[in-house]
């Protein structure tokens, strides 16, 4: 071994590190020419310590300088191995910061489910609960509890989805207060929404679907005053603090008396417009008081207790409110419709 092989050797080791294509390349030939055991050069080294003194010199010195070489030219390639890395990092993951942002389609609440949270968020205010009654519910509580016996008059008027003889779509919200009744003693205050169901051709201000929204108060010495005093306080929270209501004497065979409730048009303050058939007013909702045989049915003692009832519709309501001719629309789910609101 002399010290141009020692030469040669690190410029063979240079040619191989500057042909590495990246770190795990370098590393091998460092491997092979510095590996503490078995390197090339570590190997050539380790017989210098037994020539003799005149070599042992400039063998060290070569040594010295081709390992030298070699450890400088892994540490070149690998820095410019590391910047290329990094650069096409850079490019790849680049983002600017000043592109547009894609905008998010949101999705909003339907009209009518605006509305029933409204009524919903209004009466909890006055310490009401939510409560669901099933769609599909028994002859006997949409209609016989609520004193709507077979062949009742009241029928005629909610032609009804019969499932079997017994089983129905409910017609009406109202059977949850039978339900309600049943399931908590009183005080009892509750608001029960939903989806009711009728035998209605399609027009204008009927669909086979829509909703209802319940409300049932049941306490010692609740009286008239009460119920008129809560669609009072709902007229003003749900169409402005300016509204007056007006109560007209009417019919449901569960409440005794009932009433039909009209509030001042929301849309002209009472002058009379196109909404209000120029009357100045609009009717909301229908109520009364609970009917001492429906209590009664509930198994509630109707000479300790009494109550009120009223159930409103939240779809004809989101009409009135923003302005919607056709309540199909409600219920088409044309897109074009439902963004607008
Ligand atoms: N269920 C009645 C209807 O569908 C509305 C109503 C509810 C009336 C509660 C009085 C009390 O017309």
Same mark, same amino acid.
């Given at each position: ?6 030469? @040669? ?32 050069? &570590? ?11 005149? %070599? ?20 070149e ?40 949270? %409204? ?33 009742h ?8 989805? =019969?499932?079997? %003889?017994t089983?129905?779509?409910? &017609? ?28 209605d ?31 009072? =306080?709902?007229?003003?929270s ?24 009209d509030?001042? +048009? ?6 009379? +417009?196109?909404? +209000? ?10 109520? @009364? ?9 509930g ?8 109550g009120?009832?009223?159930?409103? @519709?939240?779809d004809?309501?989101a ?7 056709? @309540? ?14």
């Amino acid at each position: 071994m002399r010290p141009e092989s020692l030469a @040669g050797l690190a410029a063979t080791a240079r040619a191989e590190v500057a042909a590495a294509v990246d770190l795990e390349g370098v590393e091998a030939v460092r491997l092979r020419y510095l590996a503490r055991r078995d390197g090339e050069l &570590t190997v050539a080294a380790a017989s210098i310590g037994r020539l003799p003194d005149q %070599e042992r010199g400039p063998m060290g010195r070569a040594f010295n300088a081709a390992k030298a070489e070699i450890e400088q030219a892994l540490a070149e390639r690998r820095s410019a191995l590391l910047q290329t890395t990094r650069a096409q990092a850079a490019e790849a993951e680049w983002l600017d910061l000043s592109d547009p942002a894609v905008s998010l389609e949101l999705g909003h609440l339907h009209p009518s489910t605006r509305i029933q949270r %409204e009524v919903e968020a209004i009466f909890a205010q006055l310490g009401y609960r939510v409560v669901e009654g099933p769609e599909v519910e028994l002859d006997e509580v949409n209609f016989q509890l609520l004193n709507i016996p077979p062949e009742h008059p009241a029928r005629d008027t909610q032609d009804t989805f =019969y499932l079997t %003889e017994t089983l129905l779509l409910r &017609t009406q919200t109202s059977p949850a207060q039978i339900r309600a009744m049943w399931a908590q003693p009183p005080p009892l205050r509750v608001i029960t929404p939903g989806r009711v169901f009728r035998r209605d051709n399609p027009d204008a201000t009927h669909f086979p679907m829509f909703h209802q929204v319940e409300g049932l108060c049941v306490d010692e010495g609740i009286s008239f005053s009460d119920l008129k005093g809560t669609l009072e =306080y709902f007229s003003r929270s749900m169409f402005g603090p300016d509204r007056a209501i007006r109560l007209r004497p009417s019919y449901f065979p569960f409440t005794e008396p009932s009433i039909e409730v009209d509030v001042s +048009c929301f849309l002209c303050g009472g002058a009379g +417009c196109r909404v +209000c058939g120029s009357s100045g007013w609009i009717e909301i909702l229908g109520a @009364g008081m609970v009917h001492p045989q429906v209590l009664r049915n509930g198994r509630v003692d109707p000479d300790r207790y009494s109550g009120f009832a009223f159930g409103m @519709g939240p779809d004809r309501i989101a009409m009135l409110k923003y302005g919607i001719a056709d @309540g199909r629309d409600l219920y088409e789910n044309d897109l074009r419709f439902l963004r607008q609101i």
